[in-house]
Each structure stands twice: as C-alpha cells, then as structure tokens.
C-alpha cells in the first residue's frame, strides 16, 4: 500500500462529503492507494481550521495556492464554487498533480474548454464529480442497455428536481444570483450527465429556462433573482432516439427527484433516486396476462454494493457514491488513465448546457 497526500479546497456541504469519503475509501474498498487528509482550504482561518479539527486534516490553509504548490499534497479536490474551479485545476496541472473537480466542470463553456486543454497538454489524471450515476442501481442500468436487454432504445425521459425554493417567500440566497449558480448550472448538469452516460451523445435540443419566483424576501426588502428556476429541454439524440429532461429548484414535494425512464423495443427501465436501491425493470417476453415491471432491489450482484453491505435490499447511501468516486479516483491515479466522468465528458455537459441556453434565448432548435 501506497500512501497519497490528499488536499481538499473547500469544506462546506460537498468537500465534507469528499473528506469523509477518503477517510473511508481504504477499508470499504482495501485500496492501493491509500489515502491521507493532508490539508483543507477555505475562506477563513476559524473555517479552514474548524473543518482541519472535524475532518481529520493535518494542515488548513485560507489560500488554494498554498494546498495546490504543497509538495505533502499528491492529488487535489475542488470542491468549492464553479467560478473558482478553472484557476485552481490549472495550477495543479502545472505542477503535474491529479485534479478531481466538482461538477459543473466550469462555471461556463470556455472555462471548461480551457480546463481540459490544461489537463490534455499536462497528461495528467482528471475527474469530474457527477456522483448520482454511480449508484449501484444505475450502474447496472447502464450494463442492461449495453448488452440491449430492452432492445433499441426509442424514448429516454430525465429530471433531477427539488423544492428547496419552491416557497416564493423562501429567502433570497448566494443561489438566486448569477447564472452559472441557477438550476442550470446547479441541478441540471446531474440529468444532462446522466442522459450522456445511459443514450450517448445529443444531436440537437430545444430548451425553455425560466424564472418562476422573480423577487425573494432579503434583508432589505424584497431582492431580484438573476438566475433560473426550472428548465424543461425535448432532445433528439445521436442514435435516432427521441428524450426530455427538466431540471427544477421550485418542483414543490421533491427532494431528490433524479429519475429517469427509458423506453426500448423489448422493455423498459425506471429509476427513481428518492427510491436509489431499486431499478424497474419490463421485459417484453411471456404471456402478456404475465408482463409488468419488475422491482430489483440492489445487493451483492450489483456493482460496488458488495463492498458497503453484504445483505440484498439493505441499501447505499448518498454517502458511498462519494466513496465510490474516491475509489474511482485514487484506481484512475495508479493506473494513470482518466477515469469516466472525466474533464472532457464535464465539459460535454457544460456544451449541452451552453446550448440549451442558446435555444431558450433564441426559440429554436439548436444542434450539437
């Protein structure tokens, strides 16, 4: 076993859930690689050492150039806002250090454009955090359309949805500025990810992105929201095959409402994340007094789920697909192949995204 020096910019929601993931990758999946939480960054000095304390790190620092240039820190973790992830990845890429990147990749087209050019001309290993595909559950949809269980895909409908400001009194907050901070840049690349991994490319879009709440309650009175709500986006992929995603923060009663049903000429796939250890499967087969969709309830047989649990129906959590990310990671450094997603397949997104704003703006279709 190997150890490797992990820093980690940023410690709020998503770099607590990273450092909690490679304090725990080792045992849960016996790694080569094993992990070290070497230093934490973040804006202040009682923040960075609050999280140094909590998570376990050696070292904190206020400065991301400091965690980047330190010769203690093998691989980086960017885990802070979009507008700070190209800086950051660059320099990293300079000294020849892995970068694992929170999605969106960019906050916008040209940052990830840039962010991969980095990564080619450097050769260095590259990830993006698109942590929902990685269920156990998703990953066998995945190898059921691989292998044509439901024949030829002719229909894939996506979402990811949430209600955190479907309440218009909600108050305004740091998500209801800017555009690369609004659903589509928020929620929306988690479905376009997961519309790119399950069908393959996307040919054209036509997309509508809107705003439903146009003021918040501030402080100071009532604030202008600058960013969207909701986005519904009808595609035409690659193979010939017709979809429609919709991303929502105001889609009152959902919490975590990432799903997806795909239509095939022998069956059919349903998943919803509220439900993640379970797929619905139709196969077209048998008499038809016998046919309807089967629940599976992940286990053992299913990829990666043997490592959490050894009892089928038992269940992972939001928790383990970031631990089987770390694992994805530290497996793509020793190989030294970039693991999916990587920086090209982030950027990839952020092109669906740039064109569906592109459609929404013009009213018309746009093609890839």
């Avoid at 799903?259 to 000429?265: L, Q």
């Amino acid at each position: 076993m190997t150890e490797i020096g992990i820093g980690i910019v940023g410690g709020g929601y998503m770099g607590k859930a990273h450092a909690v993931a490679y304090a725990a990758v080792g045992a849960v999946f016996e790694t080569t690689l094993r992990p070290r939480l070497e230093m934490v960054c973040a804006t202040s000095e009682a923040s960075a050492e609050r999280y140094r304390t909590a998570f376990g790190f050696a070292r904190a620092t206020t400065d991301w150039r400091n965690l980047v240039g330190d010769p203690r820190v093998d691989a980086i973790v960017i885990a802070s806002p979009q507008s700070t992830h190209r800086a950051i990845a660059e320099a990293a890429f300079a000294l020849g250090k892995p970068v694992f990147c929170e999605k969106p990749l960019g906050r916008d087209l040209a940052d990830s454009r840039a962010m991969v050019a980095a990564a080619d001309a450097a050769g260095v290993v590259n990830m993006t955090g698109f942590n929902y595909v990685r269920t156990p559950a998703t990953q066998y949809a995945r190898q059921l359309l691989q292998e044509g269980a439901i024949g030829d895909v002719t229909w894939y409908r996506g979402e990811h949805t949430e209600d955190f400001l479907a309440d218009p009194e909600a108050p305004a907050t740091w998500r209801c500025q800017g555009r690369d901070t609004g659903t589509m840049g928020d929620l929306a690349p988690h479905p376009i990810n997961c519309a790119l991994a399950l069908m393959g490319p996307i040919a054209s879009l036509n997309a509508v992105i809107e705003t439903v709440h146009e003021t918040r309650p501030g402080a100071d009175g009532p604030v202008t929201v600058t960013n969207d709500d909701h986005a519904q986006i009808m595609l035409r992929f690659a193979s010939g095959a017709m979809g429609h995603l919709y991303a929502s923060r105001t889609a009152t009663g959902k919490k975590m409402g990432y799903a997806y049903e795909i239509h095939g000429t022998r069956g059919a796939i349903r998943f919803d994340g509220e439900d993640q250890n379970s797929l619905h499967v139709y196969r077209a087969e048998g008499p038809e007094a016998g046919r309807g969709f089967t629940r599976i309830l992940t286990g053992p047989a299913h990829p990666n789920y043997a490592a959490f649990c050894q009892g089928p129906g038992h269940g992972t959590g939001y928790q383990d697909q970031i631990i089987i990310e770390a694992r994805d990671f530290l497996a793509a450094i020793e190989a030294g192949a970039s693991a999916f997603p990587t920086f090209r397949d982030g950027m990839e997104v952020n092109r669906v995204v740039d064109a569906a704003w592109t459609s929404s703006d013009t009213r018309a279709w746009v093609d890839l």
